[in-house]
């Protein structure tokens, strides 16, 4: 998954690793793509041919325009540049049209976008302090930091495989953040404000950003300025060998496991705790995505994208904290290890059960019940970690 033999000088390892997981998402393009893939292409038809005036209101397909208006001007430019490839899938009337040329173009489309996710997770490994970084660049925090996100599962088959935008929305979200811990606030806000203006859903985000920007931007006249870490009480900044991004308390907003239009999460590990309960959270979200993809040639390519994201994050984290306790107790172990007989029913032994044709939501309901159990959990620590973990100050006084 990683590139272990780059120098550890510069940003080749980074630039590796960026180009690495771009070659294994054009080998993704061929695979199974849901109704976003329709639902996109008649986005591109409707700003392509109407006028701005009837973007919303257009309705010869059932997939109408229902984001902002920002993704709406997204779908025009994009449009712009497919009329090279296929000039039918601009076409409002040839309704669930696809060709090769549609394909690609589609395809291409998102990969192409995600270089703002790239960038983003370049601008977030400026913020963290290396001071503390092991030897090897393999245990380095940037290189852990870079290879979780870069690399991560969700994102690759809800975006490459599924279809959606999702990487360059969080690269969105990933560069506000970073900007804001580099105290460009403005910056900051402004980027948050150009999020929501593509997606929308994004707003349950809002509050954190509204209470973090009045602490530390609006009301600190005569007074020295709070950093990032101090909306994050549990998550020094500069001192934990994974502060990375905003931390748990915040991006725990953003920790929406389960839903479609959310399925990409970053928790900081700026500790052993918040490590435990970031690889909880990854690995039962990451699991609970597996009935999107329901057709038996993507089975093999997502059981073997999740066991290698999950074995490298589990490893990763727990040789960074080598010196910590263990990351999970007895009882998280067993709830983790209990995905694999979950998975083995749902797959392999329920199709040829007589229960297949009465009761055919049963898998789904076992995998939503199971997932939503252990999010429950990490949600429940998250919170109590909030409530019980000292303040930084008053933790570098003690």
């Given at each position: ?21 771009t ?49 709406a ?24 049209y696809s ?34 970084a ?20 969700g ?55 509204g ?53 990409h999460?970053?928790?900081?590990v ?6 435990s ?23 093999p ?20 904290f ?32 007589s ?44």
């Amino acid at each position: 998954m990683a590139a272990p033999g780059v120098a550890a000088g510069g940003g080749n390892w980074f630039s590796a690793l960026a180009l690495g997981v771009t070659l294994l998402k054009c080998l993704l393009i061929p695979t199974y793509h849901s109704t976003d893939f329709e639902v996109h292409r008649n986005w591109l038809a409707i700003t392509h041919s109407l006028p701005i005036s009837q973007w919303y209101y257009e309705a010869t397909s059932e997939w109408t325009l229902d984001y902002p208006p920002f993704f709406a001007w997204f779908e025009y430019a994009l449009s712009h540049v497919a009329k090279y490839f296929d000039q039918e899938m601009l076409n409002i009337h040839n309704l669930n049209y696809s060709s090769s040329r549609t394909l690609l173009f589609q395809r291409f489309s998102v990969i192409f976008t995600d270089a703002v996710f790239v960038y983003a997770v370049h601008e977030c490994c400026k913020c963290i302090d290396g001071k503390k970084a092991g030897k090897e660049l393999t245990e380095k925090p940037k290189f852990i930091l870079s290879v979780l996100l870069l690399w991560n599962f969700g994102l690759l088959i809800v975006d490459h495989i599924h279809f959606q935008y999702n990487g360059f929305l969080f690269g969105l979200m990933l560069l506000s953040i970073a900007r804001l811990f580099q105290k460009r606030h403005m910056e900051g806000a402004l980027l948050f404000a150009v999020l929501l203006h593509f997606k929308h859903i994004y707003l349950y985000v809002a509050p954190a950003y509204g209470i973090y920007l009045l602490r530390s931007y609006c009301f600190t006249a005569n007074k020295p300025e709070p950093t990032a870490s101090s909306l994050v009480p549990t998550l020094p900044f500069q001192e934990g060998p994974l502060p990375c991004i905003l931390g748990s308390k915040l991006l725990g907003f953003v920790q929406c496991f389960g839903q479609s239009a959310l399925r990409h999460r970053l928790l900081s590990v700026g500790k052993a705790g918040d490590a435990s309960i970031f690889l909880i959270l990854t690995t039962t979200g990451h699991y609970s995505l597996f009935p999107l993809l329901f057709t038996a040639p993507e089975l093999p390519i997502k059981i073997l994208l999740m066991l290698l994201f999950t074995i490298y994050s589990i490893s990763s984290l727990k040789t960074l904290f080598r010196k910590e306790k263990t990351l999970f107790n007895w009882m998280e172990t067993f709830y983790l290890l209990g995905l694999a007989p979950l998975e083995i029913f749902c797959e392999f032994v329920f199709p040829f059960t007589s229960w297949k044709l009465k009761y055919p939501f049963i898998p789904l309901l076992l995998t939503s019940v199971y997932c939503a159990v252990g999010i429950t959990y990490a949600w429940f620590r998250l919170y109590v970690s909030v409530l019980t973990d000292p303040p930084v100050g008053k933790t570098k006084k003690q």
